[in-house]
């Protein structure tokens, strides 16, 4: 649940009550009505107007432009490993990751057969 008097930005229009999507508004009151599916009440300035909006039309605007600055990070990474021929940051990049966590999980040696299925039987008695 959001602040009053944070400012959000409007994603959506889901109701189509031509909201002013992609402006930004604050946070002006909460809608308790359980008899109805809109859960806050916004100001936009550009506007002029408050609206009704349910919780999905709307996201803080801080929360968009820390989206953006990863989405523009893991781009230059991306940039970064194609122009130096780094094949396995690429990779890690395009993985989500996942690299580290499948090192630390392998010990680098091959499990035994008894081993393997003594993990499936403790796995499947859970």
């Keep these: 649940m959001y602040k009053l008097g944070q400012r959000i930005v409007i994603l959506s229009d889901v109701f189509e009550q031509s909201l002013p999507v992609g ?17 806050y009440v916004i100001r ?7 609206f009704y909006v349910p919780a999905g039309d709307i996201e803080l ?8 600055v990863d989405r523009l990070e893991r781009e230059a990474l991306i940039d970064f490993a194609l122009a130096t021929h780094n094949a396995e ?5 395009m993985n989500g990751d996942q690299g580290e966590e499948e090192e630390e999980s392998g ?3 091959p499990q035994t057969r008894e ?10 008695w859970i």
């Design 89 to 93: 940051l690429f990779h890690r990049i």
């Design 115 to 124: 081993d393997f299925m003594r993990q499936v039987r403790l796995k499947a």
């Design 61 to 68: 605007e801080a929360v968009l432009i820390q989206m953006e």
């Design 107 to 109: 010990s680098g040696e």
């Design 23 to 39: 402006e930004y508004g604050y946070i002006i009151a909460y809608d308790r009505n359980a008899d109805n599916a809109f859960d």
């Design 44 to 50: 936009v300035p550009k506007a002029n107007r408050n």
